[in-house]
């Protein structure tokens, strides 16, 4: 009778054996510790911590990156905000630091004005009477979002609500001549205002458009006019038609209709409609310089006024500066006042419902 202490049991081994592999995880095989390198070699790991370990930096990086997604978009977040502020506020710094400088000091500047001069700011009123220039501006800009506003709102009312034969097509025409070049209207435009019209005689004194409002307003509102268009339609077109069915009812026309419903309740695409016009025509060159003369008198805009301070013998630079950080105001204080409209009006329609 063998002996339960004898090692040399048979039956002894089998139950260690059977041990053994519960130990082991059920009989798998082990992890093979070896890494073979891309050079042919091999390297022996002692844990996964190793591994980590023999990643390059690039590979670290992603796998960081990979489980931990936030940094990554947080970094990409300031990365762009750093960029966008670089790029758009360091051309206004560096107008101000043009403007500060005295006269005959600006080859000096690195990033701090060569002296400090702020009666630039007062100058450029006295050597031109640039507050007309700015004044032309405000009123050409304000003339053509008008007529924007009003045209669009008429036309976004058509394409947005109402259903008429060819209405993809003219609305696909609208916005293919909006990619026409504003060069290609000029020369018809010029040789229009230019000719002399009999019953304009008591108006002009000469009988032609030229050196008017209306050679500004009319080319500059039928450029900017498919955007506006665009715009309102996509918002009319959204407003339920139980709304404007109700104002129908209690006896209000079409007309009355878009007026105390539809455009009220559009408020955030009108003013930005109205916003975009008005800051594209504000900074309109081409026609402005074209169709005036450049005197103030004459409806020249501001653009004009910052060219002349460029003389035959001098160019006065921190002038120009001064006077260019002078005719951002308007624009700046309008986009403070309607930014929120600007931004609702933006992205309307971007989720839907």
């Given at each position: 009778?063998?002996?339960?202490?004898?090692?040399?049991?048979?039956?002894?081994?089998?139950?260690?054996?059977?041990?053994?592999?519960?130990?082991?995880?059920?009989?798998?095989?082990?992890?093979?510790?070896t890494?073979?390198?891309?050079?042919?070699?091999?390297?022996?790991l002692?844990?996964?911590?190793?591994a980590?370990?023999?990643?390059g930096?690039?590979?670290?990086?992603?796998?960081?990156?990979?489980?931990?997604?936030?940094?990554?978009?947080?970094?990409?977040f300031?990365?762009a905000?750093?960029?966008?502020?670089?790029?758009?506020?360091?051309?206004?710094?560096?107008?101000?630091m043009?403007?500060?400088?005295?006269?005959?000091q600006?080859?000096?500047?690195v990033?701090?004005?060569?002296g400090?001069?702020?009666?630039?700011f007062?100058?450029?009123?006295?050597?031109?009477?640039?507050?007309v220039?700015?004044?032309?501006?405000?009123v050409?800009?304000?003339?053509?979002?008008i007529v924007?506003?009003?045209i669009?709102?008429?036309?976004?009312?058509?394409?947005?609500?109402?259903q008429f034969?060819?209405?993809?097509?003219?609305m696909?025409?609208v916005?293919?001549?909006s990619f026409?070049?504003p060069?290609?209207?000029?020369?018809?435009?010029?040789?229009?205002?230019?000719?002399?019209?009999?019953?304009?005689r008591?108006?002009?004194?000469?009988?032609?458009?030229?050196n008017?409002?209306?050679?500004?307003v009319t080319?500059?509102?039928?450029?900017?006019?498919?955007?506006?268009?665009?715009?309102?339609?996509?918002f009319?077109?959204?407003?339920?038609?139980?709304l404007e069915?109700?104002?129908?009812v209690?006896?209000?026309?079409?007309?009355?209709a878009l007026?105390?419903?539809?455009?009220?309740?559009s408020a955030?695409g009108?003013?930005?409609?109205?916003v975009?016009?008005?800051?594209?025509?504000?900074?309109?060159?081409?026609?402005?310089?074209?169709?005036?003369?450049?005197?103030?008198?004459n409806?020249?805009?501001?653009?004009d006024?910052?060219?002349?301070?460029?003389?035959?013998?001098q160019?006065?630079?921190?002038?120009m500066?001064?006077?260019?950080?002078?005719?951002?105001?308007?624009?700046?204080?309008?986009?403070?006042?309607a930014q929120?409209?600007i931004?609702?009006g933006?992205?309307?329609?971007?989720?839907?419902?």
């Amino acid at each position: 009778m063998p002996d339960r202490n004898d090692s040399t049991d048979p039956t002894n081994d089998t139950e260690s054996n059977d041990t053994d592999g519960i130990g082991d995880g059920g009989g798998d095989p082990p992890r093979d510790p070896t890494l073979h390198r891309p050079d042919g070699g091999t390297t022996v790991l002692e844990d996964d911590r190793d591994a980590e370990l023999d990643r390059g930096p690039l590979q670290q990086w992603a796998a960081n990156s990979i489980s931990h997604p936030e940094r990554v978009y947080r970094a990409m977040f300031y990365v762009a905000a750093i960029f966008f502020l670089f790029t758009t506020l360091f051309p206004f710094y560096w107008l101000l630091m043009v403007a500060l400088t005295p006269e005959g000091q600006l080859q000096d500047i690195v990033f701090t004005p060569n002296g400090f001069n702020p009666g630039a700011f007062v100058e450029v009123f006295q050597v031109i009477p640039f507050h007309v220039y700015m004044f032309n501006s405000f009123v050409i800009a304000l003339g053509s979002t008008i007529v924007v506003l009003v045209i669009a709102s008429l036309a976004g009312y058509a394409f947005g609500r109402l259903q008429f034969p060819g209405r993809t097509p003219l609305m696909l025409l609208v916005l293919v001549i909006s990619f026409f070049p504003p060069a290609a209207f000029f020369i018809p435009l010029n040789d229009l205002f230019n000719t002399s019209f009999a019953f304009l005689r008591p108006i002009t004194g000469d009988g032609t458009l030229y050196n008017t409002p209306f050679a500004l307003v009319t080319p500059l509102s039928a450029i900017f006019m498919p955007l506006a268009i665009f715009i309102l339609t996509t918002f009319y077109g959204q407003i339920p038609d139980g709304l404007e069915d109700a104002a129908r009812v209690e006896g209000t026309t079409r007309l009355g209709a878009l007026f105390r419903v539809i455009i009220p309740l559009s408020a955030p695409g009108v003013a930005t409609a109205g916003v975009l016009t008005f800051i594209a025509v504000y900074n309109e060159f081409f026609f402005s310089f074209l169709m005036t003369d450049g005197q103030p008198e004459n409806w020249a805009p501001i653009l004009d006024g910052i060219l002349a301070y460029q003389g035959q013998y001098q160019v006065l630079y921190n002038l120009m500066a001064a006077a260019s950080i002078l005719g951002v105001i308007p624009v700046a204080i309008l986009v403070v006042i309607a930014q929120e409209k600007i931004v609702s009006g933006l992205t309307a329609g971007a989720l839907k419902e």
